[in-house]
């Protein structure tokens, strides 16, 4: 299991620094690591002296890239991944760690130091949505999938729309996380989408400042509760998962692909909807 996909616990004695303090340190001599997507860096990047830009999930493969003779500020958008990724650094040795508290929606909203893509612009309060300067239309920045083990269904929807998407932050999570599926890995795989380092995350770890619409995917569950001023869509689908030892390899592989191509279907009707993907023909 990749260190990065542990549970957030928290980690003994490490600093959370807020934009201004975190600013002032790396004015002088400390570097920050962010471990945002590409797509989010390219958008918006943090305007300091020494910045590393390792995406999390390859921040394992890519110790040898920091340095140790001086203090690393992890980032990435609102701390999600910052305790795991200090809890890393500090097993290989890393002893000066700290995390910007909140990310780079706390960044941005302190109005510290950045770089913006001149083709967008951010506004609101919340990073997930941004206006394109040439079309002049709201876009969706930011999906959460949510259902209640976060093993099955929401798992296979953060893949195929981290594929489908890929200029977009998604996330998935659940009441009560479980591990990811073996058989949604399997069928994601099957449609190019690499699951092996994916795992279950609590709702209650996902700061609503970071999403935008949230889609829930329970049917006969009561699904989770996501506090916050987001948009809410409801995606009723049945559980492929099942317990019945009757159901044997082949029915389990069929159940999950139905609901990988059912999510599928929904996921392209929302992207042209909200033009994130072309539109048909016949919508054109």
Known sequence: MNPLEEKNAPVPGLRFLSPKDANAELQAGASLVDLRSDDLVEMKSFSVPSVYHIPHRTLESCLIE???DR??????????YTKAAARLL???????????????????DAK?????DPDSMMYGECSCVMRSQKSKTDMVQSLLFLCVANSA?????EGLA????????????????T???????????????????????????????AVGVVITLCAEEVCPIFPGNVDRIHWPLPDPAS?????????????????????????EAFGREHGLLPRSPEHA
């Open 112 to 116: 510290m130091p950045m770089n913006t």
């Open 243 to 267: 317990d019945d030892p009757a159901l044997g390899r082949e029915i389990m592989l069929e159940r999950f692909r139905a609901t990988r191509d059912e999510i599928q279907h929904r996921l």
């Open 162 to 177: 981290r594929k489908m998407f890929p200029g977009l932050l998604i996330l998935s999570a659940g009441s009560k996380p």
């Open 66 to 68: 920091l340095p140790q």
């Open 71 to 80: 203090l690393l500020i992890l980032a990435d958008t609102s701390g999600v």
């Open 90 to 108: 500090m097993e290989h040795g890393f002893n000066r760690v700290a995390c910007l508290d909140g990310g780079m929606l706390a960044w941005d």
């Open 153 to 157: 269904r929401s798992q296979i929807a």
């Open 179 to 209: 591990k990811v599926n073996p058989y949604a890995i399997e069928v994601l795989r099957e449609v190019g989408v690499d699951a092996r380092f994916y795992f279950s995350k609590d709702v209650k770890d996902i700061d609503p400042k």
